[in-house]
């Protein structure tokens, strides 16, 4: 198993920038590939990034590619998401989610997930 922690939200303006971090508890994140989602109030949540368990292969969801960018550390068990030129549609609880080895861009392929943490960009 591993748990997940999402740290980094926060009030932004428009075209600002925000990093989020992801630590993973365990001794075995280098098996897990990651992904990032968001909800946005009355919204169903959606996939925004993922990363393979190397750390070289990344995937965007089109509304945040060229603006985010997802990496990992796995020295130090923690997945990162860039975000640049936030937008005020970016506005979301934002989680990370953790599933074994193979990469996915549903919520249903993922089996773990943080507490979330808001991101909130004022216009």
């Known amino acids: 198993q591993v748990q997940l922690v999402e740290s980094g939200g926060g009030l932004v303006q428009a075209g600002g920038s925000l990093r989020l971090s992801c630590a993973a508890s365990?001794?075995?994140?280098?098996?897990?590939?990651m992904g990032w989602f968001r909800q946005a109030p009355g919204k169903e949540r959606e996939f925004i990034a993922a990363?393979?368990?190397?750390?070289?292969?990344?995937y965007y969801a089109d509304s945040v590619k060229g603006r985010f960018t997802v990496s990992r550390d796995n020295a130090k068990n923690t997945m990162y998401l860039q975000m640049n030129s936030l937008k005020p549609e970016d506005t979301a609880v934002y989680y990370c989610a953790a599933r074994l080895w193979v990469v996915g861009s549903s919520s249903d392929e993922y089996d773990y997930w943080g507490q979330g943490t808001q991101v909130t960009v004022s216009s």
């Open positions: 365990g001794r075995t994140f280098s098996t897990y590939a």
């Open positions: 990363i393979n368990i190397r750390g070289d292969r990344t």
